[in-house]
């Protein structure tokens, strides 16, 4: 694999890690790669009676510590090596959160805006029907990402269970709750990444209200806007695919949810209740004390990192920082609270959901929220000692967290298990 690729770049977190501990190269070697990567094409019936097809991809990145979890994206920018990268995070992600999965990660390279939601069910049953003997309740358990959510995982999970012939709730995470569900799945992502910035609150100094920027307006910019805002926190800038708007004195989060439910971009909000927009580009440098960025990867790199305002980076996305990046914000003192910590909300509740399914017995929501935070708590605070004992940034601690973790697992198994002699 190429240096310059994704994978390329996130292997760079790896290998720092590895020097933090003492751990058999095989372990290394083994995680440098993916175990198995699918790639299929999608046929399916567009409504005006032709057809098209569609690249679609499903990872299983290393199953070691249980079956590779993770979600589907639906983008037209996928690539095997974002599904490869997120795939790897995923790895980590739960051996961060000491869940008892390995990662995995899927997508189809399709604009979904640009299908009917029949058209959309047909895309997401074609993606089932070329995976069903890979995914499975015990051997690789798909979830939502971006542009995809839970009718998208209902349509998965009844194709799968067509296909095999009984209900397998367990096969798909972030179901419908009519569908075995789980309650508190929703916002679980956001919710974990708050549950985390309120436990470190006074290590990290943060004062008693902050101005948060959020770049990105979906599932986990938009729950964590409005679980900030309820605690007291101004939200000063917003942005999405389209634009971005700000408020010195905060924004009006209900207006803002209003407007992406009824279908629109944030920026249609701008000229009311003293929302302006503000150039897209400029989101990440906006003065602030908590920058949030909950779109894409990459987001913030080598060009934009110097403007950074924030004192706090709590990453809800996947991969938005890049290596070159980090530095830059680790020089100007920059605390990031890295995905694989940050945003494990999302996975926490998922396997909150899978139990759920398979014991066909369900929590209420009180009890999901009190498992996170203690989950989230209890993480959070080990990898944030690692980082004061060792003297790295938060994010190389998450990753020794996680790669003793997953050391351990892999010497466990034996090497023979991976490699023959
Ligand atoms: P989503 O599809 O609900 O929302 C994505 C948002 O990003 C949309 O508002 C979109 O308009 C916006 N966006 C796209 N390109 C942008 C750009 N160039 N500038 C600004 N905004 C842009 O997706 P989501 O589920 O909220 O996921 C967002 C990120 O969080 C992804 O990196 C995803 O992998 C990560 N994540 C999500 C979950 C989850 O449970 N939803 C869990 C873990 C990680």
Wanted: proline share 3%; aromatic share 6%.
């Amino acid at each position: 694999m190429s240096e310059d690729s994704l994978l390329g770049h996130a292997l760079v977190r790896l290998d720092e890690a590895a020097t933090h501990l003492n751990i058999d190269p095989d372990v290394i070697e083994k995680l440098k790669y993916a175990r198995e990567t699918t790639q299929v094409r999608l046929m399916i019936r567009m409504d005006d009676g032709s057809r098209k097809s569609f690249l679609a991809w499903r990872c299983r990145y290393d199953d070691t510590r249980g079956p590779t979890k993770g979600g589907i994206r639906f983008h037209p920018e996928a690539t095997v090596d974002e599904v490869e990268t997120l795939a790897f995070w995923m790895t980590f992600k739960c051996a961060v959160m000491n869940l008892p999965y390995g990662g995995g990660k899927g997508a189809v390279q399709v604009d979904p805006r640009k299908l009917s939601k029949a058209e959309l069910e047909r895309l997401s049953r074609a993606y089932i029907q070329a995976f069903a003997r890979i995914i499975g309740p015990d051997r690789d358990i798909p979830a939502p990402d971006v542009y995809t959510n839970s009718m998208i995982m209902g349509w998965m999970a009844d194709e799968y269970a067509q296909i095999v012939g009984q209900a397998e709730p367990a096969v798909i995470t972030g179901k419908p709750i009519a569908l075995g569900g789980s309650l508190g799945r929703g916002d679980a992502t956001a919710r974990g990444g708050y549950y985390l910035v309120r436990h470190l609150a006074e290590d990290l100094g943060l004062g008693k209200t902050l101005r948060v920027a959020i770049q990105g307006f979906g599932n986990a910019g938009q729950h964590v806007a409005r679980l900030l805002a309820a605690d007291g926190h101004k939200i000063v800038a917003v942005s999405d695919s389209e634009g971005a708007v700000r408020s010195e004195a905060g924004l009006h989060v209900d207006m803002l949810l209003d407007a992406k439910n009824g279908g629109h971009s944030v920026i249609t909000t701008a000229g009311q209740g003293g929302h302006e927009i503000l150039p897209a580009g400029d989101l990440v440098g906006v003065d602030c004390d908590l920058l949030v960025p909950a779109a894409l990867e990459n987001m913030v790199d080598a060009k934009n990192a110097a403007s950074v305002k924030a004192k706090l980076v709590l990453e809800l996305a996947n991969g938005p920082v890049t290596a070159e990046a980090d530095e830059i914000l680790a020089k100007k003192g920059v605390v990031i609270l890295p995905d694989i910590l940050a945003n494990a909300g999302g996975v926490t509740v998922s396997y909150f959901e899978w139990v759920q399914n398979r014991q066909g017995y369900y929590w209420t929501e009180e009890e999901i929220h009190d498992r996170l935070r203690k989950i989230m708590e209890r993480e959070g605070r080990a990898i944030w000692n690692v980082s004061i004992t060792k003297g790295v940034t938060v994010r190389t601690a998450a990753y020794v967290h996680a790669l003793g973790r997953l050391a351990e697992a892999i010497e466990a198994h034996g090497t023979q298990s991976f490699f023959t002699s």
